[in-house]
C-alpha cells in the first residue's frame, strides 16, 4: 500500500502562486508515475499535471504555462508550482499515483485525502 498526504492549500488571492506538496510512503517502489487531479463543486474530477519517475510530464491546456509539476525521488514528494491563480482554479486538489503514466492519467492506484484551493478576494 501507498499513502499520500498533500499539504499548501487554502485561501489565496487571485494571481497568487501557492504550491502544493505531496508525500509518498509506504510501498513506494511501485510507483511509477504521480499526478495532480482537481474537483471543483458540480464538476467532474479532472488531470491537471502528471510526472514519471524520470521527469516526462503532461499538463491540461487549462494550466499550462500556469502551473509546474516536480517531484524529488529522493523525498518521495511530488509539487505543484501554481503561478497566476484564477478563481477557477478553486477546487479541491488531489495527488494521485500509479505504476505507469497511462495508469495515473486513466486510472491512479492511489490517491491522496485532497487539499483545498480557494482563489478568492
Known amino acids: 500500500q501507498v499513502q499520500l498526504v498533500e499539504s499548501g492549500g487554502g485561501l489565496v488571492q487571485p494571481g497568487g502562486s501557492p504550491t502544493l506538496s505531496c508525500a509518498a510512503s509506504g510501498s513506494i517502489f511501485s510507483i511509477v508515475a504521480m499526478g495532480w487531479y482537481r474537483q471543483a463543486p458540480g464538476n467532474e474530477r479532472e488531470l491537471v499535471a502528471q510526472i514519471t519517475s524520470g521527469g516526462s510530464t503532461n499538463y491540461a491546456d487549462s494550466v499550462k504555462g500556469r502551473f509546474t509539476i516536480s517531484r524529488d525521488n529522493a523525498k518521495n514528494t511530488v509539487y505543484l508550482q501554481m503561478n497566476s491563480l484564477k478563481p477557477e482554479d478553486t477546487a479541491v486538489y488531489y495527488c494521485?499515483?500509479?505504476?505507469?503514466?497511462?495508469?495515473?492519467?486513466?486510472?491512479?492506484?492511489?490517491w491522496g485525502q485532497g487539499t483545498q484551493v480557494t482563489v478568492s478576494s
Open positions: 494521485a499515483a500509479g505504476g505507469s503514466y497511462s495508469a495515473v492519467k486513466s486510472q491512479p492506484s492511489y
